[in-house]
């Protein structure tokens, strides 16, 4: 089990590799494609300029535990549900959890990274571990190597550049909805039998406050 403390920690740590090569950021240790990934409520250290109420607010919004290797994606495209179905039936031994990033569950994966909802709009992430994110077509790419062969094989296209990969990948993101168009909530609603993958599954299935984010 992975341990991390958030207040003072998570920003230095992963804020730079984010700005310095979206779509990349080094694989979490050995351990993390198997364990939950655990942040720990830590009161602040000694020295720091946190109020006790303060840290009182910010663990409040931490969850405990996160779930590893999620692909966090956009609920309501066309073309991004049927990559998820895709990677569904590849995925026999079930290694890759998903999270349309509309709902509320994927909040914390989001504050994680460092990342919000437009930026996942935009691109697709895949948290491998608390170290270790993928936006865009490196995501894709890494999802696949979680897969059985054939399938794993795609990951090989990792070698290419990632600005050519990237400038591929915008270019169909921008137009997704014109080419394949999109629902007015999260689509696997309609797909529930892939369900039992995704992470914000009762809070789809529960029709609760949390589905006004769609």
Same mark, same amino acid.
């Given at each position: +089990?992975? !341990?991390?403390?958030?207040?003072?920690?998570?920003?230095?740590?992963?804020?730079?590799?984010?700005?310095?090569?979206?779509?990349?950021?080094?694989?979490?240790?050995?351990?993390?494609?198997?364990?939950?990934?655990?942040?720990?409520?830590?009161?602040?250290?000694?020295?720091?300029?946190?109020?006790?109420?303060?840290?009182?607010a910010?663990?409040?919004?931490?969850? !405990?535990?996160?779930?590893?290797?999620v692909?966090?994606?956009d609920?309501?495209?066309?073309?991004?549900?049927?990559?998820?179905?895709?990677?569904?039936?590849?995925?026999?031994?079930?290694?890759?959890?998903f999270?349309?990033?509309?709902?509320?569950?994927?909040e914390?994966?989001?504050?994680?990274?460092? +990342?919000?909802?437009?930026?996942?709009?935009?691109?697709?992430l895949?948290?491998?571990?608390?170290?270790?994110?993928?936006?865009?077509?490196?995501?894709? %790419?890494?999802?696949?190597?979680?897969?059985? %062969?054939?399938?794993?094989?795609?990951?090989? +296209?990792?070698?290419?550049?990632?600005?050519?990969r990237?400038?591929?990948?915008?270019?169909?993101?921008?137009?997704?909805?014109?080419?394949?168009?999109?629902?007015?909530?999260?689509?696997? !609603?309609?797909?529930?039998?892939?369900?039992e993958?995704?992470?914000d599954?009762?809070?789809?299935?529960?029709?609760?406050?949390?589905?006004?984010?769609?």
């Amino acid at each position: +089990m992975l !341990t991390r403390t958030l207040i003072g920690r998570l920003r230095p740590r992963l804020a730079p590799s984010l700005a310095g090569l979206r779509g990349y950021s080094p694989r979490a240790p050995a351990g993390a494609a198997t364990a939950d990934l655990v942040i720990d409520e830590d009161s602040p250290r000694p020295g720091s300029t946190v109020g006790v109420g303060a840290a009182a607010a910010i663990a409040a919004t931490v969850p !405990t535990v996160l779930q590893p290797r999620v692909l966090i994606y956009d609920g309501v495209c066309h073309l991004c549900h049927r990559g998820v179905k895709w990677v569904f039936k590849a995925d026999k031994h079930a290694k890759i959890r998903f999270c349309c990033v509309q709902s509320r569950a994927a909040e914390p994966y989001l504050r994680l990274v460092g +990342m919000d909802r437009e930026d996942v709009l935009r691109r697709v992430l895949f948290i491998e571990g608390p170290e270790a994110y993928y936006e865009g077509s490196t995501a894709a %790419l890494k999802v696949a190597s979680y897969l059985p %062969l054939p399938y794993s094989a795609l990951s090989s +296209m990792l070698i290419i550049p990632v600005p050519l990969r990237d400038a591929i990948y915008d270019y169909i993101a921008k137009n997704r909805y014109d080419w394949f168009g999109k629902d007015d909530e999260c689509i696997v !609603t309609k797909d529930q039998e892939l369900l039992e993958r995704f992470i914000d599954r009762e809070e789809i299935i529960g029709g609760g406050p949390s589905n006004s984010s769609y």
